[in-house]
């Protein structure tokens, strides 16, 4: 009995098309007065004996079709959801919705680097002024009126109104006064780096009349050249991110510095592309030297008991020779085609424990 | 300065190669900057043999020569007037090329006639002037390179000439003999004597000199002496060859000999031709006013104050500077006045500046030249001027005195050390002062006269360290502080580098514009004044200090949009200068973005930018360098904004942490930027530090009961802002309204031109129990109160 309702069910569900003729199998299996649901009334009019086998196998088959109600019901979806998804193509070659992406300008990104770089050797980061008076921009440096130096560093001048005859102001021709006034706000020991905007009245291939600098001071009593030569050897392989790199200090004057060195790095220029640490050519890269006593004392610090060392190096010029720059000048012009190209990401910040170019 | 190699070899002994020469130059502090070798140029001519010579057939000035050379007897049509048989010349095959007529020989026809190469003149190899005809050999075998027979017959011909930079410490390497010095002491050589035999004196001058004394401070001392009898004329072969080696032109015998020492021992002379001197000669101070023809041609008119050379006719010499030409010698000179001098460094340098005269003199004297020499480079000019144009000379006639600059500085050895880091003996480094020509006495180095640059015990570390050369130095780690290295940003870096970070993530690409820029530009921008504006700009683009990033970003964007980039973000991090004086600057992070969103797209969702773009992009920028999130938006910033389409960021009237908005549409105009721009300007010293040093968050406050959001719309007036409403809803209750959002803006329409509709959702989030609905019914009730009282608003039915 069981077994003619349970195929003829089962046969109906299976071919059952859509899930209103399976809600009316349902009824007519399950409902109030559905096939199955009047025989169950039929058990109580059984003896005890009839009842146990008759009760367990109706309400196994009463489960089983339920069972299979649902599977039908939940294939039946599926296969309406699969019909409807086939009509729901989209081109997914179209483009994105648009999200712009900007860029940090190379001088940016080069400071950054030549931060993290000093930070780990224990050098803050200390700014000041752009507009100088001369005295620390000179003076204080051991750069009297009458030295050569002020004439050939093409320093640009402010404008004194007629009647005030105070010396003009300049715009800072090196980061230098940066240091005398840290030496003179904190004195010493210092460690520290003064990065930022110069200005030199120049402007030719090879010239802007604002570029930026990263001039370095270490004081201390007992701070020697080669302590300098070292710090320089650590800061050239950290930032160019080689291996080995020979320096070549060369004799040199700066009136702010005693004995003063040039700094050359040795590299190569084969192909066009610079190599550092390799080949037969020297690069010039940095001034240097142990801090002129006088300057020392200018800033209030005993030339007797402090001693160190300073060095300058361009930004600018240490951005073109790493990302391989062509013209300092289109550093300032602001083109897009080329902050975009020479631009980095907003999220490669260089650390040195992530390195510094990815 | 330039030199030549047998120029260096007058004063050093040496073997040591052109290479070592230069390499040591640089490292001690004379940086090579070219060397020149006369013979590469030359090193394919040849000699060869004019076996006959006949007259061209077609040509009256032409002959054609049989000439032999290393290639066989080769056929060459020569216009030279002593072209003849018999002489031994200079080839050029074909394919040589000539330097003097900047050509490549080839075969070629001369009046129908092949010629084979061409035999030269001097001047066409660039060995003087001389082009009346065709080298004539002395000797020399057929086939043998023209140089090697120069070096072996004329060796200054082929003379290496070493070009040097000279740093402005050392006038004394502004003399061969000081170069010679260094590389003696640095065991390049040994330094040859430079003694004087001097000329016995025949008579007493009768042209005197005097010195002012308000010019001895400027002059100390005059010398000079007067040569009688003398025969101008062109200087001996060698001294031209030296002179015109390293690029000057000789001129005359006796003024090429003040030439000669003023590059051989940094000792400028002057040499008056005394027939043309009225009186005497007087170094005194310029009234002001004078004029003087000067050597070079030029008219000069003096300042007060300067120091000038007068005779009674006047001013004859710019003292230290340039001679005159009225009294100037020429070639029919045969009395002439040999003038050494001392000036003064400063002074020379503020007249030589002012004047702006260019001279070997001016440029050697502001360095400073050997005080003590003077007598001596005297007699020296004066030995050379008798030896070869005879003449009688004078006593010596003196004004001044030799000025004493003797001074002697402690040589601490063990300083040196420590300052270079450089084991360098004791001996070594007195072996090493004492080669510089210091005299040692204990400790006490007393300085040459030719250094006035040493004025310290600094001064002889750097003698001691350039000499042992800095090449040697190996470097020696800086100790490292302590543990792990502390922070060493201060928090306004910090923040200026997140604000760049954000903003390029934002879409901006950052520039750095220069920090002058017109005053057009400037002006527009509250800048532009007298106390920004440069002495010497570059160009008119560049006249004052910027007032602001905004101006330099947006010729930035003009000159993008002109490229064809109409949808421009840009952003700077920078300093603005808001007066004259260091320390009138401060930091701004601006921004314009200008055009629309992007490029128009499927999507549809490109459009022109406004002033919510730029309010979201300063409120960003601002988050990250830790602005508060609770801010006044007020109105009334400067006037280059839009007067209704800005606002400007506030915690308190007075405190401005940034302005966004739409720029003033006649700013636009002026800056020639086309479509519509919006930017910010934030002042990141403006936001406050945090108060709290502790790194602890307080406690999250969170719970599992149910937020109720209920949405109010009122009309209000059109003017009343969204702020405003939004505030009075939050206060009706504190503690249960959590946030309150406009989300829909409506104005006119049927509530009339002077009236808008705002819509906001509030969300309500119980902390104890959940909302019942008369409690959100009272809440609601508070807000509409609070909402009327705050703006005039009703609740819109």
Known sequence: ?358 | MKFTLSWLKRHLETDASVADICEALTDLGLEVEGVENPAEKLADFTIGYVKHAEKHPDADKLRVCKVDTDEGELQIICGAPNAREGITVVVAKPGVYVPGIDTTIGVGKIRGIESYGMMASEREMELSDEHDGIIELPSGEVGQRFVDWLAQNDPAKVDTMIEIAITPNRPDALGVRGIARDLAARGLGVMKPCDVDPVPAAFTSDLTVSIDDDTLDGCPVFMGRLIKGVKNGPSPEWLQDLLRAIGLRPISFLVDVTNYFTYDQNRPLHVFDADKVAGNLRVHRAVGGETIMALDDKEYTLQAGQMVISDDNGAQSIAGIMGGLDTGVTEDTVNVFVESAFWDTVQIAYAGRALKINSDARYRFERGVDPAFTPDGLEHAVRMIVDHAGGEASEMVVAGQVPDVSRAHKLDAQRVISLVGMEISESQQRQTLTALGFRLEGNMAHVPSWRPDVLGEADLVEEVARIASLTKLVGKPLPRLAGVPKPILTPMQTRQGNARRAAASLGYNECVTYSFIDQEAAALFGGGDDATMLENPISNDMSHMRPGLLPGLLRAVSRNQARGFADVSLFEVGHAFHGGEPGEQHVQVAGVLVGRTGPKDVHGEARAVDVYDAKADAEAVLSVMGAPAKVQVLRGADAWWHPGRHGKICLGPKKVMGVFGELHPKVLREMNIKGPAVAFVLYPEEIPLPRAKSTARAALKSTDLQAVERDFAFVVDANVEALTLVNAAVGADKALISDVRVFDEFIGGSLGDDKKSLAITVRMQPADKTLKDAEIEAVAEKIVAKVTKATGGVLRG
């Not at chain 1, 079709?65 to 989209?90: Q, V």
């Not at chain 1, 980061?175 to 003179?184: A, Y």
């Open chain 1, 1 to 358: 009995m069981t077994d003619d309702l349970k195929s003829k069910y089962l046969g109906l569900i299976a071919n059952a098309s859509d899930e209103s003729i399976l809600e009316d199998l349902r009824v007519a299996a399950l409902g109030k007065k559905g096939e199955i649901s009047l025989q169950m009334r039929e058990l109580g009019k059984m003896t005890p004996e009839q009842r146990q086998t008759a009760g367990p196998a109706l309400n196994a088959l009463k489960d089983e079709i339920n069972s299979a109600l649902m599977a039908k019901k939940s294939g039946l979806a599926d296969a309406a959801l699969d019909e409807r998804l086939r009509g729901e193509w989209l081109d997914v070659t179209l483009p994105s919705r648009a999200r712009a992406a900007g860029t940090i300008h190379p001088i940016s990104q080069v400071t950054e680097e030549v931060t993290a770089i000093f930070a780990d050797m224990g050098f803050a980061v200390a700014e000041g002024p752009q507009i100088e008076s001369d005295w620390y921009n000179f003076d204080a440096l051991n750069i009297p009126g009458h030295h050569p130096a002020r004439a050939e560093m093409d320093t640009f001048y402010t404008h004194r109104a007629e009647g005030d005859n105070r010396p003009p102001h300049v715009l800072r021709t090196h980061t230098s006064p940066v240091q005398i006034r840290s030496l003179e706000a904190n004195g010493a020991p210092i460690r520290i780096i003064c990065p930022g905007r110069v200005y030199r009245a120049d402007y030719d291939q090879t010239h802007t009349p604002m570029f930026h600098q990263v001039e370095g001071l270490a004081i201390d009593k007992d701070i020697s050249m080669a302590n300098l030569k070292w710090v320089l050897e650590e800061f050239v392989k950290a930032f160019f991110e080689v291996d080995d790199v020979e320096l070549r200090f060369r004799a040199s004057h700066f009136p702010f510095t005693e004995p003063s060195a040039e700094v050359d790095i040795r590299c190569s220029w084969e192909g066009g592309t610079l190599k550092i640490g390799e080949g037969d050519d020297w690069l010039e890269i940095l001034g240097s030297g142990m801090v002129h006593p006088k300057v020392l004392a200018a800033a209030g610090v005993d030339p007797n008991e402090y001693q160190g060392f300073a060095f300058g190096v361009g930004i600018d010029r240490i951005a073109m020779l790493k990302y391989g720059i062509p013209d300092l000048r289109a550093f300032f012009d602001s083109d897009l085609r080329w902050l975009r190209h020479y631009g980095f990401r907003s999220l490669d910040v260089p650390t040195l424990h992530g390195g510094l170019s990815s």
